[in-house]
């Protein structure tokens, strides 16, 4: 921990997802943005004069070398998530990555392993988990409220959610993969978490790219002066996941499709004793009284109710005060390694064995 008792974030990447994460880490009372670097002057100057920080770095060097800094937050495009790790935790800063982990399990683990070598916390920002909703199913499958859980389906399809045309994400050389690693990490990460089961051993799956490459399904995200538009990865991925318990999950990741509804992402859990969904946070089974109906058991009451609530405030926590981290790197291994599970199926047409 640093003298000033909080912990001191350097951002490297400062696009449009960290406004947020800068708002959350300066409203705990132990986190503080410090420093940042960003390849782009205009938008590192702009963030440092929206969060008060005196002087932008002018390189990584630099912003790795400021012994100013605990932590390092990394959201740049997912080509440089790995790199930049290994770089900032030779320099003996703790590390939170934007999700993807990275572009293939090889990096991610050689990230990993530094990681354990250095003793320094490195950690994968899956901020799904920490919506009140995730916290309340995970707490009921702990308790054991829905019984063995055999099954699940895990689902984010957009109808037209293609990040803008011409942003590094339709970019497969930085951003790895399309739909999949976009919001199926997302998806994928949240039906592990709340099972509990991070044990992958099969994985069947495929991908599409049938929107982008005609220009259909932009949505809004993403800074883009469309002065030259790559899209060579997937939008629309499908997976079958087994794991080593014998129990399965679906996951569909859509950046853009035919479909009636707009947006439309959630979690099911099939229990031996009940079922949940996950967006919203329900648990329900068959009535006891009445076979042919379903009872709803648990609704989430209030879906501000405090807790664990951003992936920043159990980061600061764990490097704070030895709170347990809520991503682990196994975990985030294990979920990196469905993801390219599945590409590696879409590409070969065959199931792939990953244990
Ligand atoms: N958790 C979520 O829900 C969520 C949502 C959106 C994006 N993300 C992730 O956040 C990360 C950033 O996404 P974004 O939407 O903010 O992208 P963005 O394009 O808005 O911002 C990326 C920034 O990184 C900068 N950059 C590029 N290469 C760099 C490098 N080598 N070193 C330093 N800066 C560099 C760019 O100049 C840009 O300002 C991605 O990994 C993305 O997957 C997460």
Redesign the pocket.
Known sequence: MSKSDKVRFGF???????ASAAASINAHPHGKVVAA????EV?VKDFCGKHGIAHPCTS?EALLADDQVDALYI????K??AP?AELALKAGKHVIL???FAMNLAEAQAAADLAKAKGLTLSV?M?QRFNPDSQKIKAAVEAGELGEIYHAKAHWRRRTGIPKMG??FGNRELAGGGALY?IGV?MLDLAMYTMGNFEPVTVSGVTYSKFGPRGLGEGG???SDKSEITFDVDDFASAFIRLANGATVTLEAVWACHTLKANSNDVELFGTEAGATVVPAQIFRTSQHDNAAYEILEQLKDPKKPGMSDRFVNFIEHLHDGSPLCCTLDQALAVQKVLDGIAESSRTGREVVLA
Do not use: C, Y
């Open positions: 490297v990447g400062t696009g449009q997802i960290t670097f960003d390849l782009s938008r990584l959201a740049t495009p997912n440089f998530h930049t934007e999700k993807p920002g901020n942003t590094w976009d997302h995200w993403g800074m």
